[in-house]
């Protein structure tokens, strides 16, 4: 089935546009117009992803990006006119996966959904939590199969593609330092550019948003490690089970 994409923003020809070129690449498109009408098709239906204007007519596109994250992790890419980069910084840490400004390509804007639903998209391997690779640390449990992290008490814990994807980067290479150019390559498809995908700051962001649900104290982390002038550690022992075996 063919995903399922929200376009939200007050400009006509610009949903329009959206709508025309998503629908030709095989997307199911739904538009809205305001803060208020997104609320109610966020509530009604099930979506795939979302294209969030920053700036709407009734609501700031932020706020609404802050709600969407307090109940689902369903992938976030901003639109906006500004294209100054503490909006950008804002808009990745209120949760979203990717930022784009306006004017924009079509293309480019194909593309950016494209690598934000890969990495969003449960792999294939398993369709059972149990039966894929599982990585094991400090009472976490994050189950690659699945793309699900789960607490020591074993909730599952909502993480955006972006989280998920630096987090099972560090899991792979415990207790070694990784600078924020090993982790931007890490996280950066091969058909894509590094410098578009994820800058040094916004890795910053990323790893501050998973001490948040990570850390008991965010100013004292124990799992997620920055080593200043090099880049961050993982600190704890991970152990592998299901496909993988063994342990690290």
């Given at each position: 089935m063919s995903a399922h994409i929200l376009t939200v923003d007050d400009d006509k020809e610009v949903r329009e546009a959206v709508e025309r070129y998503l629908s030709k690449q095989g997307y199911r498109v739904t538009c809205a117009s305001d803060g208020k009408s997104a609320a109610e098709l966020l509530a009604g239906q099930s979506f795939d992803l979302v294209l969030l204007d920053l700036i709407l007519p009734d609501e700031d596109g932020l706020d609404i990006a802050r709600q969407i994250r307090g109940?689902?992790?369903?992938?976030?890419?901003?639109?906006?006119?500004?294209?100054?980069?503490?909006?950008?910084?804002?808009?990745?840490?209120?949760?979203?996966?990717?930022?784009?400004?306006?004017?924009f390509s079509l293309r480019e804007l194909g593309a950016r959904i494209k690598s934000v639903l890969r990495r969003a998209a449960p792999t294939q391997t398993s369709a059972q939590p149990d039966s894929g690779e599982v990585a094991e640390f400090s009472g976490w449990r994050l189950d690659i199969a699945n793309r699900q992290l789960y607490d020591p008490d074993d909730q599952p814990i909502d993480v955006t593609s972006g989280e998920f994807d630096l987090l099972l980067t560090l899991v792979q290479h415990p207790q070694r330092t990784l600078d924020r150019d090993q982790l931007i390559t890490a996280l950066t498809h091969a058909d894509e550019e590094p410098d578009k995908a994820m800058s040094r700051r916004s890795v910053d962001v990323q790893v501050l948003r998973l001490r948040r649900k990570l850390e008991a104290d965010t100013r004292r982390p124990v799992l997620?490690?920055?080593?200043?002038?090099a880049g961050y550690f993982f600190a704890a022992k991970v152990d592998w089970r299901g496909t993988a075996g063994g342990s690290t």
């Open positions: 109940h689902s992790a369903v992938p976030i890419i901003m639109l906006t006119g500004r294209a100054d980069e503490v909006d950008r910084i804002i808009g990745l840490e209120m949760g979203a996966d990717d930022y784009i400004v306006k004017p997620i490690k920055t080593v200043r002038g």
